[in-house]
């Protein structure tokens, strides 16, 4: 059997590609990433360009001396520092608190652990927009807490940090808890064998191979909490800027665009900085380790030390992610005249004067734009996973890197952009409606190439050569053999890049015309006005955005298997 | 008979390293070849290269006379069944029996019967619907070998048949192979680490090492007569000494050993099998000490320590088996003393 497996092993060593082929497979894979690359290139990278030119290079000269400028005024030094030290704080937190939850997942079986699973994943497809409300809705002004004991912390930075573990706490669970689940437990047991203690088995054996699982999933969640922007926006008031909410009161608010444009550098830095640890860590991740099936090594815990861990990470769910949704939900249903259809009746007027249509309206107009966007997501996503799967060099390894760059460059940059450089033929689309849709798409392909992309890899391609030798035609190969494979997880990359560009808000808020705003914009836009209906019309709106994003999500989930649980 | 395949110094390199290296192999029409050496011997990228997964570096593979230099894989009609069988996870053992039909057309009547028809000879009658992982291995190993012959192909490659299954039913399995691919008159081409898998399935067993062929030959005449140390080795044969051969004796640290007739004279190794290895009283031929007993079901392996040079193994009958410790003599049996090649 072992002899067998080594053979296994053995058999794979050849390169995937013979030297005769591979030109062809060259050009075959150069043809798939055609579209990506034109994609990335029109829509992310001359926006952006665009955006740091038009702030650095003034009458025909390069700037790089404000670069310096910039950074030597002490309050961008202040937002410099506070966005690293709450990122540090939030990826720490989260830690903390998700990682018993991860192990709990990924060991425990327990009723309810499916229910509970798709709990815990909700927050992260939700829009930020709408976690900054639901937080203002429980610890913010007129509160719950506030209500109750009196208690506000949406002046403290901790409305900012809890919110981050909220939106987080899933990417460690699913990232580490993944991982976890599908360690075989016999290494451990065969460390105990050679004398290691329980403590020390798990020390020595299960921690060096989560460690890089551990380490990704805080860079990760460093990655989102660093370029965070619709929360700080919403929960940090004016104390509390980090760097993307900076960018967008340079941009949208004091017109200073070279600031802008310095800050956007830095964050493009930053970001391509942590990318590159992550893929390091990746790499490194994916180096030997036994993996077995998750479903057989789960089972009931066991006495009353495994049963209070459950009760914990249990309470911490409950605390944590659905008390803050459930606040939001009554506050939207607790209108001027009690409980009741207020708000959302109010909805559909356009009466309040915040827009120019009902706010209801915002509804379909998402709708509408995330499933632009989604196919727009799906075609280019695909195309970029297909092309990556093969085993291949360098450049294509670069690529892939690449494609993680939107989900952390500044998005009101790329939202900023498009609209000074999308605005002339033979691309002048400000007028049309594709804008959104093709910005939003920006955010989406980096969750449909994650997730196609282990599924892709891990289809054996032995498969497709038993399918040759069956008379199977390379392209029919793919059809038959492939294809049925991701079917499942294409569905799941569709619905990750719906959500997502559902809550899209950094660039839409840019783009989106007044007359066609997108839920998360309207949100915004009604939180950012005075007066109890306008709030209570914001938690109505964000409790409609809430459902469509969890109902999507419950939707993936019935289709997610375990094996696909992996990056995100 | 014509050679359904023929193999012209086919070469595979990765890198600087020759995976198959200047090997030339004929396979007839209705003939079992099985390929047999250790793993990284190159017989699992034989296969590939004749299937045409895998490119040359230089010679060629004819099939029925024809270059297939430059023809994919799915347009050479020979069929191969994977080592680990590769059946298709999301389909029904139908899916995959038929998967080679459809690929060539066949329409969706003949499919059925011609499913039914290889399940029912694989012995897996009505299992049409049953999903693959609900498989045993055996069962895996059945469709995995209904599904390469459905499309009927000219050669039939099998890749480690038999490697993940147990024991006893590798034992029986090879046994129905054989009588199948009898009955049947399909070409087959083997590849296996296992002696007594290549053994009882083939006609003729090619021994490689290093990419190259090292042997071929019927089984019996491998097996009697290993040419070299390495064969006589990889075939579990350990009592090899070096010897000088003049007239029908060999001279080694053994002692004078017996040889067949017509042995050519000069350096050389020299096998004896270990049924050729007679135990005599401590004072006659070569004093060996007794240094272990391994029970073999049929005889007893008795492992033996002379003064000078290697062990020695005897197969000796169960009840006249020496104790570990005591000390024997041995003589040599002519008949199953082999001279090797350098």
């Known amino acids: 059997m072992d002899l067998a497996r080594t053979e296994v092993a053995e058999a794979k060593a050849p390169p995937a590609t013979p030297a005769r082929g591979a030109g062809r497979g060259g050009a075959a894979r150069l043809g798939l990433m055609a579209l990506p690359v034109a994609f990335f290139a029109v829509f992310f990278a001359y926006p952006v360009t665009a955006i740091v030119a038009r702030g650095l290079h003034v009458d025909g000269v390069w700037r790089f001396g404000r670069i310096a400028e910039v950074l030597g005024q002490s309050d961008i030094r202040h937002v410099l520092w506070f966005t690293t030290w709450q990122a540090l704080a939030s990826t720490a937190l989260t830690l903390l608190i998700a990682l018993p939850g991860a192990y709990v997942f990924a060991r425990f079986d327990f009723p309810g652990k499916q229910v509970l699973r798709a709990v815990v994943t909700v927050p992260f497809v939700l829009p930020t927009v709408v976690v900054g409300t639901a937080f203002l809705a429980l610890i913010g002004r007129g509160g719950l807490f506030d209500e109750l004991w009196g208690v506000r912390l949406d002046t403290t930075v901790w409305a900012i940090l809890l919110a981050h ?132 090594v789960a089972r009931r815990p066991r006495g009353a030390g495994q049963w209070s861990l459950l009760g914990l990470v249990v309470a911490t769910v409950a605390l944590l992610i659905l008390l803050p949704l459930g606040v939001l939900i009554q506050r939207s249903f607790d209108g001027p005249d009690g409980y009741g259809l207020a708000y959302y009746r ?223 | 008979m014509t050679a359904l395949l023929r193999l012209r110094e086919a070469t595979v390199r990765f890198g600087a390293r020759a995976v198959l290296d200047a090997v030339d192999l004929e396979v007839t029409e209705h003939e079992i070849v099985c390929v047999l050496g250790p793993s990284g011997s190159g017989k699992s990228t034989l296969l590939r290269a004749v299937a045409g997964l895998q490119a040359l570096d230089a010679g060629r593979v004819e099939l029925g006379g024809r270059d297939q230099r430059g023809v994919p894989a799915h347009k050479r009609g020979v069929g191969l069944m994977f080592q680990d069988h590769q059946l298709f996870p999301q389909r029904d053992v139908a899916g995959n ?99 007594g898998e290549a053994f009882a399935l083939a006609d003729r067993v090619v021994v490689m090492r290093d990419g190259r062929i090292a042997q071929s030959g019927t089984p019996l005449e491998v097996w009697q007569r290993p040419v070299d140390e390495f064969v006589a080795r990889f075939l579990g044969f350990d009592n090899i000494v070096g010897a000088t051969v003049t007239g029908d004796r060999a001279d080694t640290v053994w002692g004078k050993i017996p040889v067949p007739a017509g042995a050519p004279a000069g350096r050389c190794e020299v096998l004896v099998r270990p049924a050729g290895v007679r135990l005599v009283a401590a004072d006659e031929g070569l004093p060996c000490a007794v240094t272990a007993r391994t029970f073999r079901g049929t005889h007893v392996a008795v492992h033996l320590q002379p003064e000078e040079g290697p062990r020695l193994e005897a197969a000796c009958a169960l009840r006249r088996a020496p104790e570990v410790g005591e000390r024997v003599g041995i003589t040599f049996d002519a008949e199953d003393v082999v001279v090797l090649g350098p």
Not at chain 1, 177 to 198: C, I, K, N, Y
Not at chain 1, 387 to 396: C, E, H, N
Not at chain 1, 425 to 443: E, F, G, K, S
Not at chain 2, 134 to 147: F, T, Y
């Open chain 1, 165 to 296: 573990v909220f939106f987080n706490y899933a990417v460690v669970v699913r990232t580490v808890g993944g991982l976890w689940s599908q360690l075989d437990p016999r290494q451990e047991e065969a460390a105990r064998m050679l004398g290691a203690s329980r403590w020390t088995a798990w020390r020595t054996v299960t921690l060096p191979a989560l460690g890089p699982a551990v380490a990704a999933a805080a860079l990760m969640v460093f990655l989102f909490t660093f370029t965070s922007f619709g929360v700080v926006q919403i929960l940090g008031g004016p104390a509390y800027s980090t760097l993307e909410v900076e960018i967008y009161r340079q941009t949208a608010q004091l017109l200073d665009l070279p600031t802008a444009a310095v800050l956007t550098l830095v964050q493009f830095a930053a970001v391509g900085l942590i990318l590159a640890i992550h893929a390091w860590t990746t790499r490194r991740r994916e180096s030997a380790l036994k993996l077995v099936d998750a479903s057989a």
């Open chain 1, 346 to 568: 109010e909805l559909t007027s356009a009466e309040g004067g915040a827009f120019l249509v009902p706010p209801i309206e915002a509804v379909w107009n998402s709708l509408q734009y995330a499933l632009a966007a989604t196919a727009i997501a799906v075609v280019v996503g695909g195309l970029a996973a297909t092309a990556l799967t093969r085993r291949a060099g360098r450049l294509v390894r670069g690529f892939d890197a690449l494609l993680m760059l939107p989900l952390g460059v500044s998005a009101v940059t790329v939202g900023f952009g498009f609209l000074i450089t999308l605005d002339e033929p033979p691309l002048d689309l400000r007028a049309t409606w594709i804008l959104v849709p093709l910005a939003q798409a920006l955010v989406g392909v980096p969750f449909v190439v994650r997730t196609m992309l282990p599924v892709l890899r891990a289809v054996d391609g032995r498969l497709r050569e038993a399918a040759a030798v069956l008379g199977a035609s390379p392209l029919r190969a793919w059809r038959e053999v492939d294809l049925p494979m991701v079917r499942r997880a294409l569905l799941i990359a569709a619905g990750f890049a719906f959500a997502v560009s559902l809550g899209e808000f950094g660039a839409t808020v840019f783009i989106a015309r007044p007359d066609n705003p997108t839920l998360p914009v309207a949100v915004a836009r009604l939180l950012g006005r005075a007066g109890d209906l306008n709030y209570g019309q914001a938690m109505a709106l964000s409790t409609i955005l809430m459902v469509v994003c969890a109902v999507s999500l419950l939707l993936l989930e019935r289709i997610r298997t375990e094996r696909t649980s992996g990056e995100f």
């Open chain 2, 97 to 195: 029996v038929a998967f080679g039909l459809r690929m060539h057309g066949a329409s969706r009547g003949e499919q059925a019967d011609r499913v039914a028809e290889l399940l029912e000879l694989v012995g897996l009658p009505k299992a049409q619907r049953r999903a693959v992982a609900s498989l045993s291995g055996g069962e895996q190993q059945r469709v995995a070998l209904a599904r390469a012959l459905a499309p009927r192909p000219r050669l039939l490659m099998l890749d480690e048949p038999l490697g993940q299954l147990d024991r006893s039913l590798r034992e029986r399995l090879v046994v129905e192979l054989r009588e199948l691919f009898d009955e049947l008159g399909t070409t087959v081409l083997a590849v296996t680490h296992d002696q």
